[in-house]
């Protein structure tokens, strides 16, 4: 069986993320019940497997690999429905097939510690800058002061 793939939001149309593109998605996740097809087949919920804001490489195996391979068919805002086999879900480790809710929120952002690091490099360019202008008008109160002291002296 190979995932099938429901799109319950489309996102932009434009923004897809390709291999190797750091993504951040929402996740929900059910046990799949062949039998609650009113329910959306969707069984049991599995809560330790939901996650808020999970960050992943693309193509690189960081997540189950029917979510690595799906991912790539949405554009940023989308939300898709999952169905995965077991063998591209979990495996061994929860035998059986799952349905995935994905928001693809987000493709490359910068993280946090980015975000603060440029932001403290802005700030240290600004203090420089600040420190020069400082400089400058030091300087011109010392020309200042020594054009008054010459004509004090005279």
């Known amino acids: 069986m190979e995932v099938q793939r429901i799109d319950l939001k489309y996102g932009n149309g434009v923004d897809l993320p390709e291999e190797g593109d750091k993504v951040r998605v929402d996740l929900t996740v059910w046990e799949c019940d062949y ?85 403290m490099d802005e700030a240290k360019d600004d203090m420089d800058k600040d420190k020069d202008i400082m400089d400058e008008a030091e300087d011109d109160m010392d020309e200042d002061n020594m054009d008054e002291d010459e004509d004090y002296m005279n």
């Open 35 to 119: 039998e609650q097809p009113s329910n959306d087949y969707k069984g049991k919920r599995i809560p330790e497997k939901d996650q808020r804001d999970q960050v992943f490489i693309v193509g690189r195996g960081d997540t189950i690999e029917g979510l690595d391979t799906e991912i790539q068919y949405m554009s940023l805002g989308g939300m898709a429905r999952l169905t995965v086999p077991s063998n591209l879900a979990f495996g061994k480790e929860l035998n059986v097939d799952v349905i995935v809710e994905v928001t693809l929120k987000g493709i490359n952002e910068e993280d946090d510690m980015d975000k603060n690091k440029n932001n």
